[in-house]
């Protein structure tokens, strides 16, 4: 071990089981070891540097805003705060933005929203969120509480009240879990990430969206990982037809810097006023500036080539030997091995090609733009690491 990495076990928190890998420089989808070792990145940060590292367009957008204001409090106005809630808005039909750091705060952000809009209409006992059993909703005592994985529960009782599960896919049993509670909303991920990259059904999301319409119960689309064109659409949403009343995103949205937004539709855009809600960092320059960079370039082209690209990683990896199956949606793909998926993995980064895992799959989250040529390059090392 280097004397970096040392260090870094010394003094940095045991929450990551970090690769034995220091990463220095980069360039698009290639990354760079101290010892000057040259990897394929399919993971992007997982699903953050949409259009890979040191993207040209991205360091200067970042850059310009940089050397003019870094941060102002949230009393003035800047920019680029402005100018990405609007071009976020007119995308999207969304109404209203409201931006924070991270996905959780973005969750955090949705569950106040869904909260205080069904107090005001139906009363405040109409409190409790749904979410799904496998989902993921971030870290904080609230977002943990809407993740539905009792592993993650265990060690931090007690969790804000007021969360149910339902099973993915299975409708009848959400609607009665829904009639058994006093319900604000129901949250979900179109493609459910750390959970194992599954895409819920589409007859499925058609008709929790139709039964929640009809019952004036919020719809809040998790789109922290899917969003921001991972998906092959601009949101995963749009692959499903439905029109969320939130939509919480963050990860890819910044290109590498944090920012977190909560899109509001037309019933929810009016239910914060002043000083329901903040963010000391929120909707800083330097990040919005980024994320204008990023949000403006994913454009019906860019998401024709994710849609072909992602076609292309299927065709190459249904079927292969050692691979029972591929799911999930656009550039964010899972790969259920029958080898463990660690072996794989080592086995990749060996070959100079980093992916990432979803509980027992290969995960690949490439940046949108990685070149189709290098994308073969890791697909043909990730094939050979699957065989037995
Ligand atoms: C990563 C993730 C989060 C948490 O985001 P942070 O930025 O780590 O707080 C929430 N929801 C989903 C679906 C995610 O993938």
Known sequence: MSELQNIDKQYVANTYKRFPIEIVSGKGSIVYDDAGKRYIDMGSGIAVTSFGIADDAWVAAVTEQLSKVQHMSNLYYTE??????KLLCEKTGMKKVFFGNSGAEANECAIKVARKYAADKKGADYSTIITLENSFHGRTITTLAAT????????FQPLTPGFVHAKANDLPGLIALAEQNKVAAIMVEMVQGEGGVIALDRDFVLGLYDYAKKNDILVIVDEVQTGNGRSGALYAYMNYGIMPDIVSTAKGIGGGLPLGACLLGEKTESVLGFGDHGSTFGGNPVCCAGAISIISRIDDALL???????AYIFGALEGAEGVESVSG??????IKTVKPASE???YCTE???L???AKDKVRLLPALNI??????EAVAVIKEACKA
Not at 80 to 85: E, F, K, V, Y
Not at 149 to 155: G, M, N, V
Not at 371 to 376: A, H, K, Q
Request: hydrophobic fraction near 45%; include cysteine.
């Open 148 to 155: 539905g994985q009792a592993h993650y529960h265990e060690l």
């Open 80 to 85: 680029p705060c402005a100018r990405l809630a």
């Open 344 to 346: 794989v993995l080592a």
């Open 329 to 334: 949606m656009g550039l964010m793909i899972g």
């Open 371 to 376: 070149p189709m040529d290098v994308l073969e």
């Open 304 to 310: 024709a080539e994710v849609r072909e690209k992602s």
């Open 355 to 357: 992916c990432l895992t």
């Open 351 to 353: 070959h100079g090609v």
